[in-house]
């Protein structure tokens, strides 16, 4: 697919910038200063960002856990989600949702699911509403390998084959569901081969290379569209960071210092980079600028955050429940 240069910068910037967010709310949450447990997608951006900036303001995103680069590619104001990590008033839920429960429906995201393969079914659901109400947009549901083994997976692929919705199931097989190899628990080497049992397409891509992932849910959203029904994308790729924050202090060890370093010279980041330089689209000093925004745009989201009161007792009573 002929991709606009604007947009291959675009793309490389929303990469760079969902690393450099992580990194900075990893240096927060060691501080104490973000509540609850925290999980970071660094290493998983070609995915990320090769399936969000397929779809347009209208269509639907729905994530797991590990969430704040499926937000920030979706338009999540960067302030507004630092100021929920933290848990203050000022957050896309005014501090109630946390790392886990991150949502922004003006932005059409739908959200993040903190039990695994729960979003699923609201993805099929909110499909299914799509349809029904004779709208043209596309749900995408973004989850992990972990959810294929969970009766929620089989039975939202069943009703949306069946009924032919325009829904995606975009799995990030990252190798390990929660601190578990998907080997020791899983029958076939690719899951994109579940897809048979609902006969709808399923696909296998590398997911560390962002274009790729950009053409095969175009084509996953061209399909979707036309009334043609669902479509399962397994895209293949690699956490740099452990399940959670923090789980080196409890001394758990599941993966080798050369598997992690195998893995991080496969950097979609680093690749796309490399790409853009070899063509022209980058320089080193475009980099640096890009770098040095980012770096800015944190800052102030950092100061937004800190500087903003926790939620109200108020503030509960409006948002959890209904007039």
Same mark, same amino acid.
């Given at each position: 697919?002929?991709?606009?240069?604007?947009? &291959?910068?675009?793309?490389?910037?929303?990469?760079?910038?969902?690393?450099?967010?992580?990194?900075?709310?990893?240096?927060?949450?060691?501080?104490?200063?973000?509540?609850?447990?925290?999980?970071?997608?660094?290493? /998983?951006?070609?995915?990320?960002?090769?399936?969000?900036?397929?779809?347009?303001?209208?269509?639907?995103?729905?994530?797991?856990?590990?969430?704040?680069?499926?937000? &920030?590619?979706?338009?999540?104001?960067?302030?507004?989600?630092?100021?929920?990590?933290?848990?203050?008033?000022?957050? *896309?839920?005014?501090?109630?949702?946390?790392?886990?429960?991150?949502?922004?429906?003006? %932005?059409?995201?739908?959200?993040?699911?903190?039990?695994?393969?729960?979003?699923?079914?609201?993805?099929?659901?909110?499909? &299914?509403?799509?349809?029904?109400?004779? &709208?043209?947009?596309?749900?995408?549901?973004?989850?992990?390998?972990?959810?294929?083994? /969970?009766?929620?997976?089989?039975?939202?692929?069943?009703?949306?084959?069946?009924?032919?919705?325009?829904?995606?199931?975009?799995?990030?097989?990252?190798?390990?569901?929660?601190?578990?190899?998907?080997?020791?628990?899983?029958?076939? !080497?690719?899951?994109?081969?579940?897809?048979?049992?609902?006969?709808?397409?399923?696909?296998?891509?590398?997911?560390?290379?962002?274009?790729?992932?950009?053409?095969?849910?175009?084509?996953?959203?061209?399909?979707?569209?036309?009334?043609?029904?669902?479509?399962?994308?397994?895209?293949?790729?690699?956490? %740099?960071?452990?399940?959670?924050?923090?789980?080196?202090?409890?001394?758990?060890?599941?993966? *080798?210092? !050369? !598997?992690?370093?195998?893995?991080?010279?496969?950097?979609?980041? *680093?690749?796309?980079?490399?790409?853009?330089?070899?063509?022209?689209?980058?320089?080193?000093?475009?980099?640096?600028?890009? /770098?040095?925004?980012?770096?800015?745009?944190?800052? !102030?989201?950092?100061?937004?955050?800190?500087?903003?009161?926790?939620?109200?007792?108020?503030?509960?009573?409006?948002?959890?429940?209904?007039?």
């Amino acid at each position: 697919m002929d991709i606009p240069r604007q947009k &291959l910068l675009l793309m490389y910037r929303m990469m760079v910038k969902i690393r450099m967010f992580e990194s900075r709310v990893s240096e927060l949450f060691a501080k104490g200063l973000i509540p609850g447990f925290v999980h970071l997608s660094s290493g /998983q951006e070609g995915v990320i960002v090769g399936t969000d900036m397929a779809l347009d303001g209208e269509d639907y995103l729905l994530t797991s856990h590990r969430c704040h680069g499926d937000a &920030l590619a979706k338009g999540v104001e960067i302030k507004k989600l630092m100021a929920e990590l933290l848990g203050r008033e000022t957050g *896309t839920n005014h501090g109630f949702g946390g790392s886990l429960h991150v949502a922004d429906y003006s %932005h059409s995201f739908i959200g993040a699911n903190s039990i695994v393969g729960a979003g699923l079914p609201i993805a099929t659901g909110t499909a &299914l509403a799509q349809k029904l109400n004779g &709208l043209k947009h596309v749900t995408v549901i973004h989850f992990g390998e972990g959810s294929t083994n /969970q009766g929620s997976f089989h039975e939202s692929l069943n009703l949306a084959a069946v009924w032919k919705l325009p829904v995606i199931f975009l799995c990030s097989n990252n190798k390990y569901g929660g601190t578990t190899d998907y080997h020791l628990t899983t029958a076939i !080497e690719k899951l994109s081969l579940r897809a048979k049992s609902y006969d709808i397409p399923g696909i296998t891509i590398d997911g560390n290379d962002v274009l790729k992932v950009y053409d095969t849910v175009c084509e996953a959203m061209r399909r979707a569209k036309a009334g043609q029904g669902p479509t399962l994308i397994e895209a293949i790729t690699y956490r %740099h960071m452990g399940h959670t924050q923090g789980e080196e202090a409890w001394g758990v060890i599941y993966r *080798t210092d !050369e !598997e992690i370093e195998a893995w991080k010279k496969k950097d979609p980041i *680093t690749r796309f980079e490399k790409k853009l330089l070899s063509e022209g689209d980058l320089t080193k000093e475009s980099i640096s600028k890009i /770098q040095e925004e980012i770096k800015q745009e944190l800052d !102030e989201a950092v100061k937004f955050a800190r500087e903003s009161p926790p939620p109200s007792i108020e503030m509960a009573r409006t948002i959890l429940f209904a007039d």
